[in-house]
């Protein structure tokens, strides 16, 4: 079964200041990987995705990740974070397109001024 | 488009007792999902429906915890009798199809008291 690992409950950081949350996903021959962002009291909000192609993906925001196969990973990046991107980061992970999407832990991103 | 409703946004109930959760997707929306948020953990699938047919429930406590999606629109999810353990966020999500990005709504946080 898929499984995702987000090895930093928290990151802390100024605004204005380059950030990068951590994703790691279980080995399997394909992957579908995603990053949703939830803001306070709120619902997921997908920032962006990876099914194929290009392993440099961008998304909402100013947010990009990066698809890296040998070291089954699929790390969060913006570089330069603003107060407003406070929130919580979720990465998922499924199979394929009618697979069940698994999420990790979250990673909360604090941003200070 | 109007996004995904749910209904009510919090709900604090005694154990042993009864509650119903409501979600109206996004129009033209196939797939509906009931995902369980606990404190600190990510989402996690209790039901999938593809228009009022049931995909997966292989995670739902189906002893206590049922969901019905009449007509292939709107859905409840229902908990009888509650646990302390059920406190937790509960997140409603619709897609155009299994294959399409989700969209969430802003759940409805259960405490179990």
């Known amino acids: 079964a898929q499984s995702v690992t987000q090895l930093d409950s928290q990151v802390p950081v100024f605004e204005e200041a380059p950030v990068e949350l951590r994703c790691n996903y279980s080995s399997s021959v394909s992957v579908y990987l995603f990053w949703y962002v939830q803001y306070p009291n709120q619902g997921l909000q997908l920032l962006l995705k990876y099914l194929s192609g290009s392993t440099l993906v961008k998304g909402i925001n100013g947010f990009e990740a990066e698809f890296n196969k040998s070291q089954t990973s699929f790390h969060l990046r913006k570089p330069s974070v603003h107060i407003s991107d406070t929130a919580e980061y979720f990465c998922a992970v499924n199979g394929g397109p009618t697979d069940k999407l698994i999420f990790g832990t979250g990673t909360r991103l604090q941003v200070f001024p | 488009e109007a996004g995904v409703a749910q209904s009510p946004r919090y709900k604090i109930i005694e154990k042993r007792q009864s509650v119903a959760f409501w979600c109206n997707p996004i129009?033209?929306?196939?797939?509906l999902y009931w995902y369980q948020q606990i404190l600190g953990q990510g989402p996690k699938l209790l039901i999938q429906f593809q228009n009022n047919g049931v995909v997966d429930d292989s995670q739902l406590p189906k002893d206590r915890f049922s969901a019905e999606r009449l007509k292939g629109v709107d859905s409840t999810l229902k908990i009888q009798p509650a646990k302390l353990e059920d406190s937790a966020v509960y997140l409603c999500?619709?897609?155009?199809?299994?294959?399409?990005?989700?969209?969430f709504g802003n759940g409805t946080r259960l405490t179990v008291t």
């Open positions: 129009s033209g929306h196939a797939t």
């Open positions: 999500a619709s897609s155009f199809d299994s294959y399409s990005p989700l969209h």
